[in-house]
């Protein structure tokens, strides 16, 4: 079995002093780059947003960060700017080991489309790469940890194991937005997708 981390947006923008700031987001970087050595593979994530993405607030008239739309593809939460392509707060944690890791997948940088998940757009059917990348690898088995455990961890983790992947995440080696509930709510859909909560 081909196991591997699966690191996502641990980037400053999602750690205390960024703009979209995880409560603790800087407190797993140095567990992260240990777990790195028990794995065959390690793929780090980064959101890597265009100026004046449609996740955005600031992009909507009388829209404040938080607040929900409809989107084409669904409901949306509406976001502070955060992770603009190139911008310090779209770059890794200065602590987070990239030197290991195999792969970086960006996702998130259609104007129109958020992607929360590291495989598939919010429409939940534009692909990444990512998943073509782990089977041509013979990568079976997935441990995921990052940012944020309520968004783009549980969007990540769901996707994988309905394609049928192993997937833990390490929920110690996450942590969360929480808003209005959905930590709770995220933890009951990964269950319920079949992925290990460990
Ligand atoms: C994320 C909100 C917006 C995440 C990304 O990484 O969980 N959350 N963009
Ligand atoms: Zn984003």
Not at 70 to 86: A, E, I, K, N
Not at 111 to 127: K, L, Q, R, V
């Amino acid at each position: 079995m081909t196991r591997a981390l699966i690191v996502i947006d641990v980037q400053n923008d999602f750690c205390p002093g960024g703009a979209l700031a995880v409560p603790g987001g800087d407190e797993i970087v140095s567990s992260i780059n240990a777990l790195m050595a028990e794995h065959e593979a390690v793929v780090l994530t980064q959101d890597w947003h265009p100026s004046g993405h449609s996740s955005f607030a600031s992009s909507h008239d009388g829209k404040a960060p938080y607040d929900m739309i409809d989107m084409p593809y669904g409901p949306q939460v509406l976001w502070p700017d955060h992770c603009v392509q190139g911008t310090q707060g779209a770059a890794f944690h200065a602590d987070l080991n990239t030197d290991r890791a195999d792969m970086i997948v960006r996702k998130g940088y259609r104007p129109a489309i958020d992607s929360y998940s590291a495989f598939f757009e919010n429409d939940h059917e534009t692909p990444t790469g990512l998943e073509g990348y782990l089977r041509t690898r013979g990568i079976t088995k997935l441990t995921m940890v990052g940012l944020a455990t309520d968004f783009c961890v549980n969007f990540s983790a769901v996707d994988a194991a309905k394609l049928g992947f192993n997937v833990t995440v390490q929920m110690s080696l996450c942590r969360a937005i929480d808003l209005e509930g959905s930590l709770a709510a995220a933890q009951s859909g990964m269950i319920d997708a079949g992925v290990t909560l460990a």
